[in-house]
């Protein structure tokens, strides 16, 4: 038998989540970040290294939630890490999951909140109305009546320009990973293994 002298690839879970966009060829799968630099380190330490064809995303869903796990092989396998993260299904995930045809779009991207100091009077709240309809001076509650808004609140995603191409997406149930080596062996580290 032959050791491999590789350590395993260290799992990373240290990111907000995942943004889906859908107006592009492809659709877009984006972990955000809180700091557009950490998004740029990330990609210029580990993606940009990744062989496009070697991406793998495994969604592998457990009722309500799903595991979002991403990894590849890469040109500088030292500093490599594979993206792991348990996430709660949204109607953006049901439609990347009816829609992306096989194929998909990498990209990092920063996510902010933002607060009626921050943005333009036609930026819309939350709750659906515009920035101009919340009252400064009322703690920037929604001006409509009929609406429950007590504050204004909205994000802001931007997207890193620089993308990578991904044919290798498959869904899964987590009673039924084992013959996935990336998904077994993510649930395996970051699950199983802590419930002991
Ligand atoms: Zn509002
Ligand atoms: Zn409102």
Redesign the pocket.
């Known amino acids: 038998m032959i050791l491999s002298s590789q350590s395993p690839i260290p799992w990373f879970d240290d990111f907000l989540g995942i943004g889906y966009r859908f107006y592009d060829l492809r659709m877009n799968v984006v972990p955000l970040f809180t700091e557009r630099k950490q998004a740029i380190d990330l990609w210029r330490e580990t993606v940009n290294w990744w062989f496009d064809h070697s991406i793998k995303i495994r969604f592998v869903e457990s009722s309500d939630s799903y595991w979002f796990i991403m990894g590849a092989d890469s040109e500088h396998p030292q500093s490599n890490i594979s993206f792991f993260k348990k996430l709660d299904k949204s109607a953006n995930y049901e439609r990347f999951k009816k829609g992306h045809d096989g194929e998909a779009y990498l990209r990092l991207g920063s996510y902010s909140d933002q607060y009626l100091k921050d943005v333009k009077k036609s930026s819309p709240?939350n709750?659906?109305?515009a920035a101009e309809?919340h009252d400064k001076n009322d703690n920037d509650a929604?001006l409509?009546e009929i609406?429950s808004?007590k504050k204004f609140e909205s994000f802001e995603v931007k997207l890193l320009k620089k993308k990578k191409t991904v044919t290798d997406i498959a869904f899964l149930d987590e009673k039924n990973i084992k013959d996935d080596p990336l998904a077994w062996n993510c649930l395996n580290v970051n699950k199983f293994s802590k419930l002991k």
């Open positions: 709240c709750c659906g109305h309809d929604c409509y609406c808004c």
